[in-house]
């Protein structure tokens, strides 16, 4: 929470407080509220979420009569809080319940921070006692593979990769398969993400997916996000919910942005809940999404 507060307070115009300013007024006249919205809609939380907010909070205010800056930061905490969700399961699935493996495929648009993403969470779980087989079926960028054999070597996962340019889905099996003959309770999978064709996509996550299958369930598809796109990551988001079923999402760079409503709209948008959030690029900058703790950060 401390890292999560310190590396939100470093985005300048942090939603949170640009809304405790506005809510501090004197008066809280029509324009002030137009400014709330806006302040909202800024940092992408979205049109729909924005104007239930907006109404709630106002409504809120008016049954309140006075208020203090306290409670006022209490109430928007509340509304914010209720806004990202708090009934959501975001635990990412380490247990199959057969015999097998959990897997885990991570999926989203190259340079979004999905390997990055994969050695960090082989490095949570095995540091929480489990074993990890990671599996580099991201063939299509030279150094992906390499990349996550780095994290992998850095954790004490064994990396089962193929040839540069070779088939995902067949790497994908071979590293079930290699999960299955070490006992290993995780296989997190990290995938290539090319946007260009979408049935190029389909044909590749879609095949990934099945021979994966063959082994036994695939537990959780997390697609990540860089939360410094903004909207353009909400139509990458629609574009993989197509072609998978997505289970949970993963939230990069939100320390380099101020635009945390991308939370409330991506869930909204998926109907699954933000599991993990990237505060950075170090091993250490994965970090469960804990809404409580998120707004505290956001609001400061
Ligand atoms: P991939 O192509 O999706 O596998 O992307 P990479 O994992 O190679 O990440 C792309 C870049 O984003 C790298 O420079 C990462 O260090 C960086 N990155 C990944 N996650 C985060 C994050 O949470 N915060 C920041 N600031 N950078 C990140």
Redesign the pocket.
Known sequence: LVRLRARLARSQNSLGKGLLTLLSREHLDEDTWEEIEETLLIADVGVAPTQELVERLRERVKVLGTRTPAELRGLLKEELVALVGTDFDRAVKTESGVETPAVVMVV??????????TGKLARVLVADGRSVVLGAA?TF?AA?AD?LQTWGERVGARTVRGPEGGDPASIAYDAVKEGIAEGADVVLI?TA?RLHTKTGLMDELGKVKRVVEKHGPLDEVLL?LDATTGQNGLTQARVFAEVVDITGIVL?????TAKGGIVVAVQRELGVPVKL?????GAD??APFEPEAFVDALIG
């Open positions: 989203g648009v190259n340079g979004t921070g999905k390997t990055t993403t991201d960028r992906a990349q990290d993400g990540v990069t760079k939100l320390d380099g959030v990237g505060l950075g690029e900058d994965l």
